[in-house]
């Protein structure tokens, strides 16, 4: 267990021993709203009391309304990895945030959240988590402080998570099938940002313009593909800093910086402190 008010409750499960049973778990949600997101592949929900049953591939996730409380079975395809985070909000809590008014905005956005319409951004396919949403689920998990100050800290990030979710879902467009080409460009980042790596040498290599490159992986990923890459390097670099005995020098040719000022500069920019005092904290 994450964070447990009477307004949020947040649980990361993880379950990644290695063994010759499939993995499952037992997934209990208050009456209220529901968020899942599944981080591991091939797994399955059911929930035989409110007749919910889903697949999902790693990196999807669900927002369900639930009236009463309920139990559902997630289980894996494969005997490797189980792991979700799931945050169930209260419906009075989303209530006062929403305001709903007659005829207004708000009460339509209600309306969608209570008939489950934020489950299938594509027909019959749960919505994948963005980068965005993955770095706050990691801000979320990372977060050390109690009390007061962790309590708002919390609230901040599920409103943004919220926000991110029905900014995708107004987004959508049912007659178009989506472009694969976020994802090709993720992928490559994912596997080539310690290198020297430039948006046009992607669009070069995968043969796809650049701006379309630019316009689409923002419009997915609600971030620009440099911001991504400084973003991957930041995090291995502190990582690499924290965990092991490496020159600063040599951790910031590894994350694809040619010159350590520059990796000093961007590190500071990003964590509001220098790598070497970090490293001596």
């Not at 959240?113 to 019959?124: C, G, M, S, T, V």
């Not at 910086?257 to 790598?275: C, D, L, W």
Request: proline content about 4%; aromatic content about 10%; overall charge negative.
């Amino acid at each position: 267990m994450l964070f447990c008010s009477e307004d949020i409750r947040i649980q990361w499960y993880s379950d990644r021993s290695a063994n010759c049973y499939l993995k499952s778990d037992t997934l209990e949600s208050r009456p209220g709203f529901t968020l899942l997101f599944v981080l591991s592949d091939a797994v399955h929900l059911e929930a035989p009391d409110c007749g919910t049953s889903f697949r999902f591939t790693k990196n999807q996730y669900i927002l369900h309304c639930l009236e009463r409380e309920g139990k559902a079975e997630v289980w894996t395809e494969n005997q490797t990895t189980l792991e979700y985070l799931q945050i169930d909000i209260d419906y009075q809590y989303m209530l006062q945030l929403i305001r709903p008014a007659p005829d207004g905005e708000s009460a339509e956005l209600l309306e969608q959240l209570i008939k489950n319409r934020f489950i299938f951004l594509q027909p019959h396919t749960p919505p994948f988590t963005t980068v965005e949403m993955h770095m706050i689920m990691k801000e979320i998990s990372g977060y050390s402080r109690q009390g007061v100050l962790q309590k708002l800290f919390i609230e901040a990030k599920v409103i943004k998570l919220l926000m991110l979710i029905f900014e995708q879902f107004s987004e959508k467009d049912h007659t178009d099938q989506p472009s694969e080409t976020p994802e090709t460009v993720k992928k490559y980042i994912d596997e080539h940002y310690h290198t020297h790596l430039r948006t046009e040498d992607i669009a070069r290599l995968i043969g796809i313009n650049q701006n379309t490159i630019r316009k689409e992986f923002k419009s997915r990923y609600h971030m620009t593909v440099s911001d991504y890459i400084a973003e991957l390097r930041m995090l291995k670099a502190k990582k690499m800093i924290i965990d092991r005995k490496v020159m600063i020098k040599e951790i910031a040719i590894e994350c694809g910086y040619e010159y350590v000022q520059n990796f000093t500069r961007a590190f500071k920019k990003k964590f509001g402190i220098s790598p070497e005092k970090l490293r001596n904290e």
